[in-house]
C-alpha cells in the first residue's frame, strides 16, 4: 500500500498527517511518543489530496473552538482489531468530557462478553492512538484524575482539554508516570 503524508501548522506545533489516498491513518504531533515512522517511512508527500484538505479544514474548526465530530473525516487507523475497538470507543468520547482507562475496559468487556479487561491494555491502546486530536485519546485519564497516557506530552493534553472547556477541577499532572 502507498502512503502519502502532509505537514499542517497548529497551535500545538507542527503536526503530521498521513493517509493511503483515500482515508486517514495518521496524524502526530512532532516530538509524539510512538510517532508513525512505520507508515512515513517512504511515504510521498502530497499536499493537495482531498482527505488533507478534510483533516486540515476539520483542524482548522477544531482550534478554533467549534466541535467537529471525528465521523466527519474518512479514517482508517492501522491496528489490531482491539486496538481498533478501543479507538472506535474514544470517538465516542463527547467534546469537553473525559472518562477513564477503566471505563472504557468496563464498555469494552461487555461489547466483547468476557468478564474483565485490563485498563492496562486499554491505555496501551490509547496511547497507540495513531490519529490523535481527531481520535480523541486526550479525553481519557486515571480512575484518580491523574492526566497520565497521553503520546503527545502532558502539556499537549492539557492544552487540548482546556480548549474543549474540560472540568479540569478533578485532574492533576502526575509527579512520575508515561505522559511525562
Request: charged share 20%.
Amino acid at each position: 500500500m502507498n502512503y502519502y503524508s502532509t505537514r499542517y501548522s497548529s497551535p500545538l506545533g507542527v503536526i503530521t498527517l498521513a493517509c493511503d489516498g483515500e482515508n486517514l491513518v495518521g496524524l502526530w504531533i512532532e516530538g509524539q511518543k510512538y510517532f508513525g515512522e512505520s507508515i512515513l517511512d517512504g511515504a510521498a508527500e502530497r499536499d493537495g489530496l482531498a482527505v488533507f484538505h478534510a483533516a486540515r479544514k476539520w483542524l482548522d474548526r477544531y482550534f478554533a473552538g467549534e466541535k467537529p465530530s471525528p465521523a466527519e473525516l474518512s479514517l482508517a487507523p492501522l491496528g489490531s482489531d482491539f486496538r481498533r475497538q478501543v479507538w472506535r470507543m474514544l470517538c465516542e468520547i463527547p467534546y469537553g468530557e473525559i472518562t477513564t482507562y477503566g471505563k472504557i475496559a468496563q464498555r469494552l468487556a461487555v461489547q466483547r462478553g468476557v468478564a474483565t479487561i485490563s485498563g492496562q491494555a486499554v491505555g496501551g491502546a490509547v496511547g497507540h492512538n495513531p490519529i490523535s486530536i481527531i481520535i480523541p485519546c486526550h479525553r481519557v485519564v486515571g480512575a484518580n484524575g491523574s492526566l497520565t497516557g497521553y503520546a503527545g506530552g502532558i502539556e499537549k493534553k492539557i492544552r487540548l482539554l482546556e480548549l474543549e472547556g474540560a472540568d479540569m477541577s478533578g485532574l492533576f499532572v502526575p509527579k512520575r508516570g508515561s505522559a511525562l
